[in-house]
């Protein structure tokens, strides 16, 4: 049974970068798209990109000058960094199995960010 | 971005009975090659990252009851629960896959009338 593991810092000021990883356990690594995603009370859900274990990405344009997705095959992991944070950056991120053709069937079990 | 909206924003419906909620994008999501609507919905309850129901619309996942179910194509969809549970007192989302940026619906909160 896949299951997703995530991590990093939950307090940053604003300008810092916000880093996080997320480690797949008990499950193949390849042939899946991996995906950062955040939530916030007031503009719900929002997909922040996604890394193919190929290595190719894609961004939501509207963080995608401040985004960075990469991975770490031999370590199963993906990491998200998001440079500048502001307060609207502040929210639960979370990792996801999932992207392009998928749903996210598979989700870590978040971190809240609290720019401040 | 293909915008999804759903409705009603809050639901609150009497134990056994039927749940509606809708979600309708801008955009299809309809990929005419073969055929199949991507898009998904979830479930999510209180400090719990979301669990998706539904996915290509109509499939359920492995392990959702068979209350749940799926319907629509192309910019109209409705998940329906056939006969609400305690524990189906969550907020609901439909997203789409079709296309970057994948986006979500605001959530449906369902409660117990």
């Known amino acids: 049974q896949v299951q997703l593991q995530q991590w990093g810092a939950g307090l940053l000021k604003p300008s810092e970068t916000l880093s996080l990883t997320c480690a797949v356990y008990g499950g193949s690594f390849s042939g899946y798209y991996w995906s950062w995603i955040r939530q916030t009370p007031g503009k719900g859900l929002e997909w922040i990109g996604e890394i193919h274990h190929s290595g190719s990405t894609n961004y939501n344009p509207s963080l995608k000058s401040r985004v960075t997705i990469s991975l770490d095959t031999s370590k199963n992991q993906f990491s998200l960094k998001l440079t500048s944070v502001t307060a609207a950056d502040t929210a639960v991120y979370y990792c996801a199995r999932g992207g392009a053709i998928d749903a996210f069937e598979i989700w870590g079990q978040g971190t809240m960010v609290t720019v401040s | 971005d293909n915008v999804m909206t759903q409705s009603p924003d809050s639901l609150a419906v009497s134990l056994g009975e039927r749940a509606t909620i809708n979600c309708k994008s801008r955009?299809?999501?309809?990929?005419?090659?073969?055929?199949?609507?991507?898009l998904a919905w979830y479930q999510q309850k209180p400090g719990q990252p979301p669990k998706v129901l539904i996915y290509?619309?109509?499939t359920r996942e492995s392990g959702v009851p068979d209350r749940f179910s799926g319907s629509g194509s192309g910019t109209d969809f409705t998940l329906t629960i056939s006969s609400l549970q305690p524990e189906d007192v969550a907020v609901y989302y439909c997203?789409?896959?079709?296309?970057?940026?994948?986006?979500f619906g605001q959530g449906t909160k369902l409660e117990i009338k």
């Open positions: 290509w619309a109509s």
């Open positions: 955009q299809s999501v309809l990929y005419s090659s073969n055929n199949k609507n991507y």
């Open positions: 997203q789409q896959y079709y296309n970057t940026p994948y986006t």
